[in-house]
């Protein structure tokens, strides 16, 4: 389980980074989502890979998984959905106010004004 | 007074959500508000300072959950001086927003408050999860900040910063996530502790961990490598957004200390000191290139970006020479240059307003209307700012002088800071004499004034630079006693672990 578990969290990673350094506003919004799932699924494993276990305290002194990666997993989720759907309203007004999802369109406008 | 600690996080929030309110209402009660929670912060941020001058570390319990187990905000020497200074920087950032640049949007005081938040909460929380929950807060705050006014170089260079800062945010978890997996806490007072023990398979492991957090506060202090946002962001920011970013990148700075003092310090054996040696000479190359970039800026905004990267990577040498002069030196510098860079960008904004179409950028152009005041306070900025006595910059640079040990140290870090004030001034020089002399005749009718509350918001903050210098005394006593505290890990550990205590919870 460990290996399919790492494997996956790593392929997302990479297809994220991936993306992120793509030339248009849209790859770049889906890579960092991508990115952030990995993250997720990295953090959960953190307190370790558990089948079969209470998911707290089971009071018997049993195994049990450790609660706190799944809190900690909670939270980066709320925020990474409030930033991806800010990034995406953000990416959106670039398209609109430049005309244009490439990264760099706004470097190249900057550039001709300087010059003038 | 036991509630004192989380009041600086408590108040801005409740004075965001207040704003929230009557979002589309008229200007003036947002503006009261916003002006009244900001000096509330400045008195109560006095009240920590003076809390904390009897050296005992103070911890507040949220819910009463003891440490380790519970989240819980510290107030020691550093995390008191560092609320005092955004406080401080605030208030002359939000006196100068209701000259009017907080028309420009809706809810200019409110996301303003929450970015407040944010930062002070930075500053005083004693777990590293926290710190990212924080981070986030002021993280948010900012982007949309970094938009208001709108227009399109300010959203693009918004695209740029949260981007890079999401990506950042990703590693910041993985590092955290590294961290926790190997020691099984989140406490940082904890993690100290249990770094000396480690089996060594973990000790990789945490200092994967501990690296990657270099990575993670290099990005948001402008390390030389990750720093290349940072002018174009801050150029495009609106003036007194700029002015509060100024502390921005001096959280990375905090976050750097706190971590590397007392988590990896001089006990984590094999682990301990673990980023000095990059850090001093990845400060000294943001230095290099933070002061070319001085000289190549063609625009004013730049020109006060760049001043923060030489700001940088001046305290990042300090950190990096990793001794208790260097450490007392570099927090006495803090503060100077965090104060006279936020005046520096409601200065030239001031500036640009007078000038007409040429704005910022250092070209010949039309005269600025009120050549004396605004002069007055460029001289001074850039004389504060370069470090020239008798202001506040020579003393802080001087005492970083000193700190330095060892012919190579020294060698090093005199010829850099030295020729890094001298392009400075040079540069400063040169776009002063560009903008104030070298004008063509002015036009007398449509050009903003100064005005009172600007006037006042820029001489707050570069006033702050003389009356540094005034008190450089009984500063210096407290930048000492801060970095002993800092040296003093084991104090820390006991004040927050050791003895189980009730502490002072509500």
């Known amino acids: ?116 | 007074m036991q509630h004192l600690p989380i009041l600086p996080i408590l108040l801005p929030l409740f004075a965001g959500l207040l704003l929230l309110l009557n979002r589309d209402g008229a200007t003036r009660p947002r503006r009261i508000i916003s002006l009244i929670s900001t000096t509330l912060l400045v008195v109560i941020a006095i009240a920590l300072v003076i809390q904390v001058s009897d050296d005992e570390i103070r911890y507040y319990a949220l819910g009463d959950w003891q440490p380790p187990f519970g989240i819980i905000l510290v107030l020691d020497r550093l995390s008191a001086m560092m609320v005092l200074l955004t406080s401080v920087l605030a208030l002359g950032s939000v006196i100068y927003a209701c000259a009017g640049e907080d028309e420009k949007g809706t809810n200019y005081h409110g996301l303003f408050q929450l970015q407040l938040m944010g930062i002070n909460g930075a500053f005083l929380t004693g777990d590293l999860f926290n710190l990212f929950v924080f981070f986030e807060v002021l993280l948010i705050a900012s982007y949309a900040l970094l938009m208001h006014g709108g227009g399109k170089t300010r959203i693009h260079a918004s695209f740029h910063y949260v981007a890079l800062n999401l990506a950042n945010s990703a590693l910041f978890l993985l590092a955290v996530g590294t961290l926790y997996g190997a020691t099984g806490t989140l406490n940082m007072a904890d993690m100290a502790m249990r770094i000396d023990n480690l089996e060594p398979e973990q000790m990789e492991l945490v200092k994967v961990g501990a690296m990657l957090l270099l990575v993670v506060f290099g990005l948001k202090a402008a390390m030389l490598p990750l720093y290349f946002w940072l002018p174009r962001a801050y150029a495009a920011a609106p003036a007194p957004v700029a002015a509060l970013f100024a502390v921005m990148s001096k959280i990375g700075i905090y976050a750097i200390i706190r971590v590397y003092s007392l988590i990896f310090g001089d006990h984590a054996g094999p682990l301990g000191n673990l980023a000095q040696p990059w850090v001093w000479w990845l400060g000294l190359a943001t230095l290099v290139l933070g002061t070319v970039g001085v000289l190549a800026a063609r625009d004013l905004r730049a020109q006060v970006a760049y001043l923060i990267i030489l700001s940088v990577g001046t305290l990042l040498a300090g950190i990096g020479m990793n001794s208790l002069a260097a450490q007392s030196a570099l927090l006495y510098y803090l503060p100077h240059t965090t104060l006279l860079t936020g005046g520096l960008f409601l200065l030239v904004d001031s500036i640009a307003m007078q000038r007409g179409q040429a704005g910022a950028r250092i070209v010949r152009a039309r005269g600025v209307k009120e050549p004396v005041p605004l002069g007055l306070f460029f001289f001074i900025g850039a004389m504060g700012i370069a470090g020239m006595p008798p202001l506040s910059g020579a003393i802080g640079k001087m005492l970083l002088l000193q700190a330095a040990s060892g012919p190579t140290q020294q060698a090093l870090l005199w010829g850099v800071l030295l020729v890094s004030g001298l392009v400075a001034i040079v540069a400063m020089s040169r776009a002063g004499s560009t903008v104030f002399w070298r004008t063509t005749p002015r036009d007398e009718t449509a050009v903003t004034n100064l005005g009172l509350w600007r006037g006042i918001a820029i001489g707050l903050l570069i006033g702050a630079s003389p009356v540094l210098a005034l008190f450089a005394g009984p500063v210096t006593e407290y930048t000492r006693a801060t970095a002993e505290q800092l040296a003093n890990h084991d104090g820390y550990i006991r004040a927050i672990i050791a003895p189980q205590k009730t502490g002072e919870a509500p």
Request: glycine content about 12%; hydrophobic content about 50%.
């Open chain 1, 1 to 116: 389980m460990e290996a399919l578990y790492a494997t996956i969290t790593g392929v997302l990673a990479a297809c994220g980074l991936f993306l992120a350094l793509r030339g248009r506003t849209f790859p770049v919004v889906v890579g960092l989502t991508l990115l952030s799932y990995a993250v997720n699924l990295f953090l959960f494993s953190t307190g370790g890979l558990n089948t079969d276990a209470a998911p707290v305290i089971d009071g018997h002194g049993g195994q049990y998984t450790d609660p706190l990666p799944q809190a900690l997993v909670l939270t980066a989720i709320v925020i990474g959905f409030a930033m991806t759907a800010f990034s995406v309203i953000l990416a959106i007004r670039v398209r609109g106010e430049l005309g244009s999802d490439d990264v760099h369109a706004g470097r190249a406008n900057e550039s001709r004004e300087n010059k003038s």
